[in-house]
């Protein structure tokens, strides 16, 4: 039962420009989404959170958007950066920051 | 300011053996996780401990699989009799408390022979 889902295993995106990661959840229960970046052999490392009384977040480079109404929310990276190659991993929470389900994650590359 | 440590790295065991997985939380964190990554898919929650406390064990494998989090020392994911599906990625994340996000360790992979 996959209550998160990211749809786009993967997305090549140049230099400077805008990434868009999407993730899609079915449980009404969850009120706090999290983006984990992860590279390979690390564990993840987290980038940035959204509560479900929000609908927007901004964090430097990284902007998260929730749209409760239809259980989706996406991330913003602006300008893309070379570094930012990686795969990201959409989970949520339905326990305040407790247990996390996780997405299958968006393998990004960023080509100069 | 060392963060989630785990070890081993790479464990590697053969069928019917058994696997002890580590973890050390960050320095004044009392909440644990432990997930597992099987190839090509997401983190699945196995565990959540406090200290010498199981709070939600709803992720982990009826049989073979149990967990700890004792009041001195690390944190330890136990698997007996491991068996070839048991090869994945562990982690552990920890987190002062649930206002704030669990950070990982790098974790342990583990290649059953």
């Known amino acids: 039962d996959q209550q998160v889902k990211q749809n786009s295993p993967s997305l090549s995106v140049q230099e400077g420009r805008i990434s868009i990661l999407n993730c899609d959840y079915t449980?009404?229960?969850?009120?706090?989404f999290l983006w984990y970046k992860k590279y390979p052999a690390e564990g993840p490392t987290f980038l940035i959170s959204?509560?479900?009384?929000?609908d927007k977040n901004e964090d430097g480079r990284f902007t998260v958007f929730l749209n409760k109404s239809a259980k989706h929310l996406s991330l913003h990276i602006v300008p893309s950066q070379p570094g930012d190659s990686a795969v990201y991993f959409c989970a949520a929470s339905d326990d305040s920051w407790g247990k996390l389900q996780f997405g299958a994650g968006t393998q990004v590359v960023v080509t100069p | 300011n060392a963060g989630v440590m785990q070890n081993p790295r790479h464990l590697v065991r053969r069928r019917g053996q058994e696997a002890r997985l580590r973890c050390s939380p960050m320095k004044g964190h009392s909440h644990v996780y432990w997930y597992r990554q099987l190839p090509e898919e997401g983190l699945k929650f196995m565990v959540y401990l406090q200290k010498e406390n199981i709070i939600d064990e709803s992720g982990m494998p009826k049989e073979r699989f149990s967990a700890e989090f004792p009041k001195e020392g690390p944190s330890i994911l136990r698997i007996q009799q491991v068996v070839r599906g048991d090869s994945a990625a562990y982690f552990c994340?920890?987190?002062?408390?649930?206002?704030?996000?669990?950070?990982f360790g790098d974790g342990t992979r583990l290649s059953i022979l």
């Open positions: 959204i509560s479900s009384i929000k």
């Open positions: 994340a920890s987190h002062r408390d649930s206002n704030q996000p669990q950070h």
């Open positions: 449980n009404s229960m969850f009120d706090y």
